[in-house]
Structure formats: structure tokens, C-alpha cells
């Protein structure tokens, strides 16, 4: 079941299916290491979202974690 990003819980992990927006704004996420394929953990939800992903923390916006379609999985 694919949702948006920002409907996950703290601790859940996810593999992003798709992440939408202007074309640098995709790009960008994917040199951060958020992209199709990839697993990340929520590690905060809300504003702003904290994630895990590779290792490495990020933190995304209001508004700009609905703009990644992920597939929740269980955790790694």
C-alpha cells in the first residue's frame, strides 16, 4: 500500500517508491539519498520530519515529506 511519507508513525521504516516535485527538487532529495528503491525510518514525524536514511539524518520541511510516495516495510 503506497502512502505519503509524512503519514508514517515515529520508529516506521519504509522504501520510497516515488518522489515528486520540480525536477531539481527530486534531484536534490536524491543526492541526499532519498530516492526510488531506497529504505528510510522515521525518526520524528511532523514539522519539521526527521528521518534516518543511510546512516545519515535528515530533516524535511512542512509540506515536503507528502511529496514522497513510500511502501511501509518492517524494520532492518
Known amino acids: 500500500m503506497l502512502m505519503p511519507l509524512d503519514m508514517l508513525g515515529p520508529g516506521e521504516w519504509a522504501e520510497v517508491e516515488e518522489v515528486s516535485g520540480q525536477a ?4 536534490r532529495l536524491a543526492e541526499l539519498g532519498i530516492r526510488q528503491g531506497c529504505r ?10 526527521l528521518l534516518s536514511v543511510g546512516g545519515c539524518k535528515l530533516c ?7 511529496q514522497i510516495l513510500v511502501r511501509p516495510v518492517a524494520g532492518t
Open 24 to 27: 531539481a527538487w527530486v534531484g
Open 40 to 49: 528510510l525510518q522515521v525518526v520524528q514525524p511532523g514539522t519539521p520530519c
Open 60 to 66: 524535511l520541511r512542512s509540506g515536503d515529506a507528502s
